[in-house]
């Protein structure tokens, strides 16, 4: 259904629309379309007059040496990334001259001197933050690069830090609503921490927690802004008592296309979604909306499925989900594309309409959306509202589709195994009375775990069309507590004892590529010690190697960490993904592990082996993503950071991967903002990590 929250004058909108000029509309525009012509994100700021950079440096020279004694003390050392945040906001806006207006250099000041604060109380065993209502601002140490990320939350007025209600967190009262924050340029972490001190923000429910993530800068929480959400929502949960049958995603702009993807990918650990314009795919919102001719290749079309929602949309069947447009704004787009989607499995979606409405919120549409999230957070959860989806006496239980098994759970349904990565994957499980079928596509492996009907430890499912006797020995009721896994092989379905993994490499959740997927969990850059096999390779990797430095703390706000692969041991490749520069002759780590990847150097004679091709070592080199041979459960990959570049800082719906798990790159051909060399070949592997045959 669909919903305009008053009656509207089509005429008067009409004539609205005509006057409403495109430089009205928060549109990147088509001069960024230009490759050749990149502005740099985020801006080059203000010179900091010379008086106030030596306060300022002295207020954090002084605030790192509390900070240092705060660690090797033997107090609240968990919160001592609640007085880091400060520092290192004040530092980065300083060191890389990210002050974008001089009114930002009083904010600096009085930014640290809440960290002198915060870190006088720490130092005795105050901490008064933990104990305010309204506006506060946390920090925790993220797990990707181990550098302190902020984050707002607004403690509702209804909450008792006294209550003593310790109770599982599913039985506590207050509700919470995870809100993404559109886009910003300037969003430094200065300016993210102000705002988040001074603004409650578009929504505040009664007796609700609102938690703001920083999400890493402007990247609509995709791949580390994706983690600074979970981490946040963590770090959140230790500190503050709320309800984890009640926690709702939302945003506005760039924010709302962060709630789609969110909705869609993780559609059973939120109560509701409530999107706002942003986008929900990325061609059709960059032709409408960015004016782009889109020439992608035939991998970055594959791997636009990754983010584009539209794809998943049988995924929000049993979350409840209500969007939000201004009916005069070009990113209205994105609910219109997900309700044609959404049409397409049978499905509804609930689209509330400002009139006479840009790119903002109406204030009636506001109060509409409330009453609404009001009445699903009363009625309870997706399980407890029933099905949307019945036919001929059977109706769905659960459904679930993904394209990677990065996205891989539902509330029942776990893929395990894919026939093949970036086709879509789907499983519906349907029961009428005490019967129980499946239907599966392109799925090798899956789970099936929590509500299904049996009437004793043995019983029948039938799964595309094959009846199965499965067994559960910790069947209670009706609830199936550790889960029953099936594995096709040759076409025939079977259950396993429980999750057990396939002889030899498989891609797996958290182990599946493409080369983005590394940078989504710990990773270490691991740069070269010694010459490589010629000079144009080693300007290639010396340069590519300081571009992902720079841009992993530019665009991801963190810093790299960086070892000598002469100093990497086995320990350290169980704890990270490894990122290794350069070639065998340069890198020992490439020295000791090329032979068992599936793209060789054969140093003999200078060449590069992929598959039946050869190619030139001294002027090619290889992208990849590959299960580390020397720790499986960990990846190795070779010359990249992630893959998307200045080009698509542009535009967030752009920042999709660029590359698939490997490629060979001619550094012949200078990088640019989109490539960084010209990609002679590209592919992704196997289900079982091998090469493809060659396109």
Same mark, same amino acid.
């Given at each position: 259904?669909?919903?305009?929250?008053?009656?509207?004058?089509?005429?008067?909108?009409?004539?609205?629309?005509?006057?409403? !000029?495109? !430089?009205?509309?928060?549109?990147?525009?088509?001069?960024?379309?230009?490759?050749?012509?990149?502005?740099?994100?985020?801006?080059?700021?203000?010179?900091?007059?010379?008086?106030?950079?030596?306060?300022?440096?002295?207020?954090?020279?002084?605030?790192?040496? =509390?900070?240092?004694?705060?660690?090797?003390?033997?107090? !609240?050392?968990?919160?001592?990334?609640?007085?880091?945040?400060?520092?290192?906001?004040?530092?980065?806006?300083?060191?890389?001259?990210?002050?974008?207006?001089?009114?930002?250099?009083?904010?600096?000041?009085?930014?640290?001197?809440?960290?002198?604060?915060?870190?006088?109380?720490?130092?005795?065993?105050?901490?008064?933050?933990?104990?305010?209502?309204?506006?506060?601002?946390?920090?925790?140490?993220?797990?990707?690069?181990?550098?302190?990320?902020?984050?707002?939350?607004?403690?509702?007025?209804?909450?008792?830090?006294?209550?003593?209600?310790?109770?599982?967190?599913?039985?506590?009262?207050?509700?919470?609503?995870?809100?993404?924050?559109?886009?910003?340029?300037?969003?430094?972490?200065?300016?993210?921490?102000?705002?988040?001190?001074?603004?409650?923000?578009?929504?505040?429910?009664?007796?609700?927690?609102?938690?703001?993530?920083?999400?890493?800068?402007?990247?609509?929480?995709?791949?580390?802004?994706?983690?600074?959400?979970?981490?946040?929502?963590?770090?959140?949960?230790?500190?503050?008592?709320?309800?984890?049958?009640?926690?709702?995603?939302?945003?506005?702009?760039?924010?709302?296309?962060?709630?789609?993807?969110?909705?869609?990918?993780?559609?059973?650990?939120?109560?509701?979604?409530?999107?706002?314009?942003?986008?929900?795919?990325?061609?059709?919102?960059?032709?409408?909306?960015?004016?782009?001719?889109?020439?992608?290749?035939?991998?970055?079309?594959?791997?636009?499925?990754?983010?584009?929602?539209?794809?998943?949309?049988?995924?929000?069947?049993?979350?409840?989900?209500?969007?939000?447009?201004?009916?005069?704004? =070009?990113?209205?787009?994105?609910?219109?594309?997900?309700?044609?989607?959404?049409?397409?499995?049978?499905?509804?979606?609930?689209?509330?309409?400002?009139?006479?409405?840009?790119?903002?919120?109406?204030?009636?549409?506001?109060?509409?959306?409330?009453?609404?999230?009001?009445?699903?957070?009363?009625?309870?959860?997706?399980?407890?509202?029933?099905?949307?989806?019945?036919?001929?006496?059977?109706?769905?239980?659960?459904?679930?589709?993904?394209?990677?098994?990065?996205?891989?759970?539902?509330?029942?349904?776990?893929?395990?195994?894919?026939?093949?990565?970036?086709?879509?994957?789907?499983?519906?499980?349907?029961?009428? *009375?005490?019967?129980?079928?499946?239907?599966?596509?392109?799925?090798?492996?899956?789970?099936?775990?929590?509500?299904?009907?049996?009437?004793?430890?043995?019983?029948?499912?039938?799964?595309?069309?094959?009846?199965?006797?499965?067994?559960?020995?910790?069947?209670?009721?009706?609830?199936?507590?550790?889960?029953?896994?099936?594995?096709?092989?040759?076409?025939?379905?079977?259950?396993?004892?429980?999750?057990?993994?396939?002889?030899?490499?498989?891609?797996?959740?958290?182990?599946?590529?493409?080369?983005?997927?590394?940078?989504? *969990?710990?990773?270490?850059?691991?740069?070269?010690?010694?010459?490589?096999?010629?000079?144009?390779? *080693?300007?290639?990797?010396?340069?590519?190697?300081?571009?992902?430095?720079?841009?992993?703390?530019?665009?991801?706000?963190?810093?790299?960490?960086?070892?000598?692969?002469?100093?990497?041991?086995?320990?350290?490749?169980?704890?990270?993904?490894?990122?290794?520069?350069?070639?065998?002759?340069?890198?020992?780590?490439?020295?000791?592990?090329?032979?068992?990847?599936?793209?060789?150097?054969?140093?003999?004679?200078?060449?590069?082996?992929?598959?039946?091709?050869?190619?030139?070592?001294?002027?090619?080199?290889?992208?990849?993503?590959?299960?580390?041979?020397?720790?499986?459960?960990?990846?190795?990959?070779?010359?990249?950071?992630?893959?998307?570049?200045?080009?698509?800082?542009?535009?967030?719906?752009?920042?999709?991967?660029?590359?698939? *798990?490997?490629?060979?790159?001619?550094?012949?051909?200078?990088?640019?903002?989109?490539?960084?060399?010209?990609?002679?070949?590209?592919?992704?592997?196997?289900?079982?990590?091998?090469?493809?045959?060659?396109?």
């Amino acid at each position: 259904m669909r919903y305009v929250s008053q009656t509207i004058n089509c005429l008067a909108v009409a004539m609205l629309s005509l006057i409403l !000029s495109p !430089s009205h509309c928060p549109a990147d525009g088509p001069a960024d379309n230009a490759v050749e012509n990149v502005r740099r994100v985020p801006k080059l700021g203000i010179e900091v007059p010379e008086a106030d950079r030596v306060e300022l440096q002295a207020s954090l020279d002084s605030l790192a040496t =509390k900070i240092e004694q705060l660690h090797r003390s033997r107090g !609240s050392t968990g919160c001592v990334p609640d007085v880091q945040i400060f520092h290192r906001a004040v530092d980065q806006a300083l060191r890389f001259q990210e002050f974008f207006d001089a009114k930002e250099i009083p904010i600096a000041k009085q930014l640290l001197a809440m960290g002198h604060q915060r870190a006088d109380d720490l130092k005795i065993g105050r901490l008064p933050w933990l104990r305010e209502k309204g506006l506060v601002v946390r920090g925790y140490l993220s797990k990707l690069d181990q550098t302190v990320q902020p984050y707002g939350v607004v403690i509702p007025d209804e909450y008792d830090y006294y209550d003593g209600n310790t109770g599982n967190a599913a039985q506590l009262r207050h509700r919470c609503d995870i809100w993404f924050h559109g886009r910003g340029e300037t969003l430094s972490e200065l300016n993210f921490i102000h705002q988040r001190l001074q603004n409650k923000g578009e929504y505040t429910p009664a007796g609700t927690f609102v938690l703001h993530p920083y999400g890493r800068y402007c990247n609509a929480n995709k791949f580390a802004g994706e983690v600074d959400t979970f981490e946040v929502l963590e770090h959140a949960s230790k500190s503050y008592r709320f309800n984890h049958t009640r926690i709702a995603v939302r945003g506005f702009s760039m924010g709302g296309a962060a709630c789609w993807q969110f909705a869609v990918h993780y559609p059973a650990k939120w109560f509701a979604a409530n999107p706002g314009a942003g986008f929900s795919e990325t061609p059709d919102f960059l032709k409408v909306f960015q004016n782009e001719t889109l020439a992608p290749t035939w991998y970055e079309e594959k791997l636009w499925r990754m983010y584009d929602c539209t794809g998943y949309a049988a995924n929000l069947a049993f979350l409840p989900t209500i969007a939000y447009s201004g009916d005069m704004d =070009k990113q209205k787009q994105a609910a219109d594309i997900m309700e044609v989607a959404l049409k397409q499995e049978g499905l509804p979606l609930q689209h509330v309409i400002g009139p006479m409405t840009g790119h903002k919120i109406h204030p009636d549409s506001k109060l509409e959306i409330e009453k609404t999230l009001s009445r699903w957070e009363r009625l309870g959860t997706p399980t407890e509202m029933g099905s949307p989806l019945k036919a001929d006496g059977w109706e769905t239980v659960d459904q679930f589709v993904t394209y990677t098994l990065r996205y891989d759970q539902s509330r029942c349904i776990t893929i395990l195994g894919m026939d093949e990565h970036w086709e879509q994957a789907r499983v519906v499980v349907q029961q009428k *009375d005490s019967a129980v079928r499946i239907r599966t596509q392109n799925v090798s492996e899956f789970q099936l775990a929590g509500k299904v009907p049996a009437l004793n430890g043995r019983f029948t499912i039938e799964i595309d069309g094959q009846p199965i006797t499965a067994s559960n020995p910790r069947l209670q009721g009706l609830v199936i507590g550790a889960g029953l896994v099936f594995r096709k092989t040759d076409g025939k379905w079977t259950q396993l004892a429980g999750k057990i993994l396939p002889e030899g490499l498989s891609k797996r959740h958290g182990l599946q590529g493409p080369i983005d997927d590394a940078f989504m *969990d710990a990773f270490v850059f691991v740069k070269p010690s010694s010459p490589g096999v010629s000079p144009e390779i *080693d300007a290639w990797v010396k340069a590519e190697f300081e571009h992902a430095v720079e841009h992993w703390r530019r665009h991801f706000r963190g810093d790299v960490r960086v070892m000598l692969d002469t100093e990497i041991t086995k320990y350290d490749m169980q704890r990270f993904n490894i990122v290794v520069w350069g070639d065998p002759k340069s890198n020992e780590v490439l020295t000791v592990m090329q032979e068992q990847l599936p793209i060789h150097w054969q140093l003999a004679d200078n060449t590069l082996q992929v598959g039946e091709t050869t190619y030139d070592a001294a002027t090619h080199l290889p992208l990849l993503i590959f299960p580390n041979p020397l720790a499986p459960n960990k990846y190795v990959v070779l010359n990249s950071s992630f893959t998307f570049r200045e080009y698509d800082y542009l535009n967030n719906a752009r920042q999709t991967p660029k590359l698939p *798990d490997w490629a060979i790159v001619d550094v012949r051909t200078p990088a640019n903002s989109r490539f960084p060399g010209k990609i002679v070949d590209a592919n992704f592997f196997d289900e079982v990590w091998q090469l493809k045959p060659a396109k």
